[in-house]
C-alpha cells in the first residue's frame, strides 16, 4: 500500500484540474520569456557590439535575482495567498520582457533581466503549494509531470516563434510581441483561480516550519545539491544550446528554429512519460521512494550517458537524435523532481523548501551561462562544457540516491502542523 502523505486521499475537482492547466500555460510562457534571450543572442550581440562573456552575464543576470528572491517569494506563498502572489510575479515578469523590446544599451538589458527574475521567482514555489494541497500522493507524478510538459514546451516554443519572429522583424519585436501578448494569461487566471477551495483553506494563521526547520533535514540538502547539479545541465541547454547550433553546428538561423525545438519537446515527452508511469507504479502498491527514486535517479545517470557522445560525432544528424534522446531521458526525472519536495515538505512547507530549493538550484543558472561562456571562449569548441554538464548529471543523481533518504513526510511538530492548517 502507499504511504499516505499530508495531503488528504480526495478527488480532484474538474476546476483544480483546469488551473492546473493554466498554470501549465503560465509555466510556458515564464520560459518563453527567460528563455527568448538565447534566441535573439547573436543578432542582439551584433547591434550592441557585445563580446561573448558580456552576452554571458546578461544570459546569467536573470538568475542573480531570481535565485536570491525564492526565499522571499518561498515566505510570501505559504504565508499570503499565493494565487494573488503568483498573479503579481506573472505581470511584473511579462513587462519586463516586453520592456526588453525598446532597451538601448547593456545596463538596460541586465536591469531587465534582474526584474524579470524577480517576477519570475513566484513560480515554482506557486506550483508546488498549489499541487501540495490540492494533489494527492498518487496523482502528483502527472501534475508535476505536465507543469514539466509546459516546462519543456515553453524553450521549443520560443525558438521556434521567436527565431521566425526574428528572422522577418528583429530581435526587438520578439521581446515586444511575446511580453505583451503574455499579459493576456491573467484574464482566464483570475476568473477561475480564486474559485478553487484546496488552496485558500490552507492559508495559514501561523507561518508553519520555519526556514531553518527545514535546513534541519538532512532531505533537504540533498535536494538543494541535487536540483543544483542538475539545473547546471538543463539552464546550459536552455541558455547555450541555440548558441551551440549555430557556431559549432554551423546550422543556420532558420534551421535553429526549425529543429532546435526538438530536444526540449523530447523533455516534455519525457516528463509526460514518467509522471503518468510513476504514479501508476505507486497506485498498484509500490512505495514513494522505490518509485521517485527510480526515475530520478535513472533519468539523471542516463541523460549523462548519450549527452556526451552528442558532441562528438561529427554526423549532425547523429548529434540532434542523440540530444533528443539525452533530452527525453533527462524529462523522466524533471517529471518527478518536485514530487520528492512536495511529498517530504507537506502543503504546510512546500512554499518554504521549494523557496530554499529553488534558490539553491538556480545559483546553477547563474553559473553555467558564465562558465560555458568562459570555457567556449578559451577552448574555441563546447566539448568541455559538455563534459562539465556530465559531471553535474552525476554528482545529481548521486545526492538523490545517497543523500535525500525516504520520500515520505517529514515531522515537523504537531503543534505547528495543526496551527498551520487550522
Given at each position: 500500500?502507499?504511504i499516505?502523505?499530508?495531503?488528504?486521499a480526495?478527488?480532484?475537482?474538474?476546476?483544480?484540474?483546469?488551473?492546473?492547466?493554466?498554470?501549465?500555460f503560465?509555466?510556458?510562457?515564464?520560459?518563453?520569456?527567460?528563455g527568448?534571450?538565447?534566441?535573439?543572442?547573436?543578432?542582439?550581440?551584433?547591434?550592441l557590439?557585445?563580446?561573448?562573456h558580456?552576452?554571458?552575464?546578461?544570459?546569467?543576470?536573470?538568475?542573480?535575482t531570481?535565485?536570491?528572491?525564492?526565499?522571499?517569494?518561498?515566505?510570501?506563498?505559504?504565508?499570503?495567498?499565493?494565487?494573488?502572489?503568483?498573479?503579481?510575479g506573472f505581470?511584473?515578469?511579462?513587462?519586463a520582457?516586453?520592456?526588453?523590446?525598446?532597451?538601448r544599451?547593456?545596463?538596460?538589458l541586465?536591469?531587465l533581466r534582474?526584474?524579470l527574475?524577480i517576477?519570475?521567482?513566484v513560480?515554482y514555489?506557486?506550483?508546488?503549494k498549489?499541487?501540495?494541497?490540492?494533489f494527492?500522493?498518487?496523482?502528483?507524478?502527472?501534475?508535476n509531470?505536465?507543469?514539466?510538459?509546459?516546462?519543456k514546451?515553453g524553450?521549443?516554443a520560443?525558438?521556434?516563434?521567436?527565431?521566425?519572429?526574428?528572422?522577418?522583424?528583429?530581435?526587438?519585436?520578439?521581446?515586444?510581441?511575446?511580453g505583451?501578448?503574455?499579459?493576456?494569461?491573467?484574464v482566464?487566471w483570475?476568473?477561475?483561480?480564486?474559485?478553487?477551495?484546496?488552496?485558500s483553506?490552507?492559508?495559514?494563521?501561523?507561518?508553519?516550519?520555519?526556514?531553518?526547520?527545514?535546513?534541519?533535514?538532512?532531505d533537504?540538502w540533498g535536494?538543494?545539491?541535487?536540483l543544483?547539479?542538475?539545473?547546471?545541465?538543463?539552464?546550459?541547454?536552455?541558455t547555450w544550446l541555440?548558441?551551440y547550433?549555430?557556431?559549432?553546428?554551423?546550422?543556420?538561423?532558420?534551421m535553429?528554429?526549425?529543429?532546435?525545438?526538438?530536444?526540449?519537446c523530447?523533455t516534455?515527452?519525457?516528463?509526460?512519460?514518467?509522471?503518468?508511469?510513476?504514479?501508476?507504479?505507486?497506485?498498484?502498491?509500490?512505495?514513494?521512494?522505490?518509485?521517485?527514486?527510480?526515475?530520478v535517479?535513472?533519468?539523471?545517470?542516463?541523460?549523462?550517458?548519450f549527452?556526451?557522445?552528442?558532441?562528438i560525432?561529427?554526423?549532425q544528424?547523429?548529434?540532434?537524435?542523440?540530444?533528443?534522446?539525452?533530452?527525453?531521458?533527462?524529462?523522466?526525472?524533471?517529471?518527478?523532481?518536485?514530487?520528492?519536495t512536495?511529498?517530504?515538505?507537506?502543503?504546510?512547507?512546500?512554499?518554504?523548501?521549494t523557496?530554499?530549493q529553488?534558490?539553491?538550484?538556480?545559483?546553477?543558472?547563474?553559473?553555467?551561462?558564465?562558465?560555458?561562456?568562459?570555457?567556449?571562449?578559451?577552448?574555441?569548441s563546447?566539448?568541455f562544457?559538455?563534459?562539465?554538464?556530465?559531471?553535474?548529471?552525476?554528482?545529481?543523481?548521486?545526492?538523490y540516491?545517497?543523500?535525500?533518504g525516504?520520500?515520505?513526510?517529514?515531522?515537523?511538530?504537531?503543534?505547528?502542523?495543526?496551527?498551520?492548517?487550522?
Amino acid at each position: 500500500m502507499a504511504i499516505s502523505t499530508a495531503a488528504p486521499a480526495r478527488v480532484v475537482t474538474r476546476l483544480e484540474w483546469l488551473v492546473l492547466i493554466l498554470l501549465v500555460f503560465s509555466v510556458a510562457i515564464n520560459y518563453v520569456d527567460r528563455g527568448i534571450l538565447s534566441v535573439t543572442g547573436v543578432a542582439l550581440s551584433k547591434e550592441l557590439d557585445l563580446k561573448p562573456h558580456e552576452l554571458g552575464y546578461l544570459l546569467s543576470a536573470f538568475f542573480w535575482t531570481y535565485a536570491g528572491f525564492q526565499l522571499i517569494s518561498g515566505w510570501l506563498i505559504d504565508r499570503y495567498n499565493v494565487l494573488l502572489v503568483f498573479a503579481a510575479g506573472f505581470a511584473i515578469w511579462s513587462t519586463a520582457t516586453a520592456l526588453t523590446g525598446v532597451a538601448r544599451g547593456f545596463a538596460a538589458l541586465f536591469v531587465l533581466r534582474l526584474l524579470l527574475g524577480i517576477g519570475e521567482s513566484v513560480a515554482y514555489p506557486s506550483y508546488s503549494k498549489i499541487i501540495a494541497a490540492g494533489f494527492p500522493e498518487r496523482q502528483r507524478g502527472i501534475a508535476n509531470g505536465l507543469i514539466d510538459v509546459g516546462c519543456k514546451l515553453g524553450p521549443a516554443a520560443g525558438m521556434v516563434v521567436g527565431g521566425l519572429i526574428l528572422v522577418r522583424y528583429g530581435w526587438r519585436m520578439v521581446f515586444l510581441s511575446i511580453g505583451v501578448a503574455s499579459l493576456l494569461w491573467l484574464v482566464p487566471w483570475f476568473i477561475a483561480a480564486p474559485k478553487i477551495g484546496s488552496v485558500s483553506s490552507m492559508r495559514a494563521r501561523y507561518q508553519g516550519p520555519g526556514f531553518s526547520d527545514i535546513l534541519a533535514k538532512k532531505d533537504a540538502w540533498g535536494t538543494l545539491l541535487g536540483l543544483f547539479c542538475s539545473n547546471y545541465a538543463w539552464y546550459f541547454m536552455l541558455t547555450w544550446l541555440p548558441q551551440y547550433l549555430l557556431m559549432e553546428r554551423h546550422y543556420s538561423t532558420r534551421m535553429m528554429a526549425l529543429t532546435g525545438w526538438l530536444p526540449f519537446c523530447a523533455t516534455a515527452a519525457g516528463a509526460t512519460v514518467g509522471g503518468c508511469l510513476s504514479d501508476a507504479w505507486i497506485r498498484r502498491g509500490a512505495s514513494p521512494t522505490l518509485v521517485r527514486k527510480t526515475f530520478v535517479v535513472g533519468g539523471l545517470a542516463g541523460c549523462a550517458v548519450f549527452l556526451l557522445p552528442a558532441v562528438i560525432v561529427a554526423d549532425q544528424l547523429a548529434a540532434m537524435s542523440l540530444l533528443i534522446l539525452a533530452a527525453f531521458i533527462y524529462g523522466l526525472f524533471s517529471g518527478n523532481l518536485w514530487t520528492i519536495t512536495q511529498t517530504l515538505a507537506g502543503a504546510v512547507a512546500a512554499g518554504k523548501w521549494t523557496g530554499i530549493q529553488n534558490c539553491a538550484g538556480n545559483l546553477a543558472g547563474i553559473a553555467a551561462p558564465i562558465v560555458t561562456g568562459f570555457i567556449v571562449e578559451r577552448t574555441g569548441s563546447f566539448y568541455f562544457a559538455f563534459v562539465w554538464v556530465c559531471v553535474n548529471l552525476v554528482v545529481s543523481a548521486s545526492s538523490y540516491l545517497f543523500i535525500v533518504g525516504r520520500v515520505e513526510p517529514v515531522s515537523w511538530g504537531r503543534s505547528r502542523v495543526q496551527a498551520a492548517a487550522g
